[in-house]
Nanobody
Framework: QVQLVESGGGLVQSGGSLRLSCAASGRIFSMSTMGWYRQAPGKQRELVATISSGGSTNAADSVKGRFTISRNNAKNTVYLPMNSLKPVDTDVYLC???????????WGQGTQVFVSS
């Protein structure tokens, strides 16, 4: 069973920075696209950024230039440094793993980010 554990959330003032981490168990990590999503009450879950097993990335327009996803395959960990945080970024951030050629996907429990004005 794959487990994803997020960390790094917290309270920060507008304009500040946080770095989220997602540690994955199992050997599935290296063959998975990893992603960060966020969801706030009353809002749809939205993609923040993804990174493929080969290192190709994409990010939502709303975070481009502020958030940068990366991964360390040796540590089975994906990161999301977040800069220039805004109150609208307040959300629960969820880590996702989507293995290739597999119908399953995996989610962490989430880490809360709160950006005060």
């Amino acid at each position: 069973q794959v487990q994803l554990v997020e960390s790094g959330g917290g309270l920060v003032q507008s304009g500040g920075s946080l770095r989220l981490s997602c540690a994955a168990s199992g050997r599935i990590f290296s063959m998975s696209t990893m992603g960060w999503y966020r969801q706030a009450p009353g809002k749809q879950r939205e993609l923040v950024a993804t990174i493929s097993s080969g290192g190709s990335t994409n990010a939502a327009d709303s975070v481009k230039g502020r958030f940068t996803i990366s991964r360390n395959n040796a540590k089975n960990t994906v990161y999301l440094p977040m800069n220039s945080l805004k109150p609208v970024d307040t959300d629960v951030y969820l880590c996702n793993a989507t293995p290739r050629f597999c119908p399953h996907e995996y989610w962490g429990q989430g880490t809360q980010v709160f950006v005060s004005s």
